[in-house]
């Protein structure tokens, strides 16, 4: 079980530009979770994937934010035309639900964006 | 919005001594979690509560719950340094869960 891995650890980019985010899940994990951290505030929900399948997305992703998990696999977050109050940290959590679902998410490192 | 709000904000203790914070949420719950989050880190899963138990134990960690008063407490005894880190009280559904804005504790050696 090598965890929730995300890429890159840290991201500075220029105002308007595009950047992307990746997230690899727990193996055997169906359910992958983004979430946005600002300095000082606890994670917000951003979308939910099971398997292959974006089930929800909060008002907090506007049109320029994408998410993919292609093959049910990994994930990709894309903002596109980044604005200064996307910095923040993004979160990545993986789950499995089933027999024994404790309901527990298990969370990545974080990719953290500074937009300047 | 985020559900829970803990309390206090900050804590600073010394080491061996007992940290205790609380979370308040609004609506009804199924269960309360509690992760911790060292700085810069993501988070890590500490505890579960489910709204049918009052009282939790996992270690050094104990927890309660008090669905009447929609709130809930996290005691670390016996703290140590490597227990310095901000803890986030979070509640929702299986897929959904809401954070508050934490708890930062130091533990002073």
């Known amino acids: 079980d090598t965890g929730v891995s995300q890429n890159p650890r840290h991201k500075i980019t220029k105002r308007g530009q595009n950047v992307t985010f990746r997230c690899d899940p727990i193996?055997?994990?169906?359910?992958l979770y983004w979430y946005r951290q600002t300095l000082g505030q606890g994670p917000e929900f951003l979308t939910y994937f099971q398997n292959e399948a974006q089930l929800e997305k909060s008002r907090l992703l506007s049109d320029r934010f994408s998410a993919e998990r292609p093959k049910g696999s990994f994930s990709t977050l894309e903002i596109q035309r980044t604005e200064q109050g996307d910095s923040a940290m993004y979160l990545c959590?993986?789950?499995?639900?089933?027999?024994?679902?404790?309901?527990?998410?298990?969370f990545g490192e974080g990719s953290r964006l500074t937009v300047l | 919005s985020q559900q829970g709000e803990e309390d206090p904000q900050a804590l600073s203790i010394q080491e061996g001594e007992n940290a205790t914070m609380n979370c308040s949420y609004k609506?009804?719950?199924?269960?309360l979690q509690w992760y911790r989050q060292n700085s810069g880190r993501g988070l890590v899963h500490l505890i579960l509560i489910r709204s049918n138990e009052r009282e939790k134990h996992s270690g050094r960690l104990r927890v309660t719950l008090d669905t009447s008063k929609k709130s809930s407490s996290l005691l670390i005894t016996a703290s140590r340094a490597a227990d310095t880190a901000s803890y986030f009280c979070a509640t929702g559904d299986d897929y959904k869960l809401s954070f508050g804005a934490g708890t930062t504790v130091t533990v002073r050696a």
């Open positions: 959590a993986s789950s499995s639900p089933g027999q024994g679902f404790t309901g527990e998410l298990f």
């Open positions: 193996s055997e994990h169906n359910r």
């Open positions: 609506t009804s719950i199924n269960n």
